[in-house]
């Protein structure tokens, strides 16, 4: 079955912690990204990458770092930067590099 | 960056009424999406409209392109318990898609 797969499903991180976040998907698209979602919020974007070894910053790009060595991975580091990083974080990815139209399930990220 | 405006924030019907809501913008849009996301999960894409105008349905649902760009609407026939969750637009213009903040929509059986 084709998709997106995220984990893990809820990650907690410690203070002054880098914690990284994993993003999979077996639909060949040549486009993914990363948005942050916070209760009551719609979603940001944080980095997104067109093509392999490439990204660009979204919105919201501080206090992340994303790594885009194979098509089919695209994983997301939170960093200790990141001081608020308490949010749900969804990946998506796509066929033409324009809109985004698969997502994950997303990955729940607290802080102890 | 740039928003949209979503309506209403939150809805509570009965079980077999139809329901509305919509989209703003101050910017022009190319393309208009609309997303509905149940707890815990991501958002599965319901409607894609590409061109101004387009009135374009699945089923139930129907959205359309609104005729100046800077706006859309949903609107759901006949709910059902299912519909219950977080309706979510989305549009992109020359920048990547920007999301509203959501529908939270309940169904009273």
């Not at chain 2, 760009?69 to 059902?80: P, T």
Request: charged share 15%; proline share 5%.
């Amino acid at each position: 079955d084709g998709g997106i797969t995220q984990s893990p499903k809820y990650l907690f991180r410690k203070e002054g912690q880098n914690v990284t976040l994993s993003c999979e998907q077996n639909l060949n698209h040549d486009a993914m990204y990363w948005y942050r979602q916070d209760p009551g919020q719609g979603l940001r974007l944080i980095y997104y990458s067109q093509i392999v070894n490439d990204f660009q910053k979204g919105d919201i790009a501080e206090g992340y770092s994303v790594s885009r060595e194979k098509k089919e991975s695209f994983p997301l580091t939170v960093t200790s930067a990141q001081k608020n990083p308490t949010a749900f974080y969804l990946c998506a990815s796509s066929i033409a590099g324009v809109v985004p139209q698969h997502f994950g399930d997303g990955t729940r990220l607290s802080i102890l | 960056g740039q928003q949209l405006n979503q309506s209403p924030q939150s809805m509570f019907i009965q079980e077999g009424e139809d329901v509305s809501m919509n989209c703003t913008s101050s910017s022009i849009f190319n393309t208009w999406l609309w997303y509905k996301q149940d707890p815990g999960e991501g958002p599965v894409l319901l409607i894609a409209l590409y061109k101004a105008g387009e009135l374009t349905s699945n089923g139930r649902l129907t959205a359309q392109f609104g005729i100046t760009r800077k706006d859309s609407f949903l609107n759901i026939s006949a709910s059902i318990p299912s519909d219950v969750g977080i309706y979510f637009c989305a549009g992109q213009g020359n920048t990547p898609l920007v999301f509203g903040k959501g529908t939270r929509l309940s169904v009273i059986a």
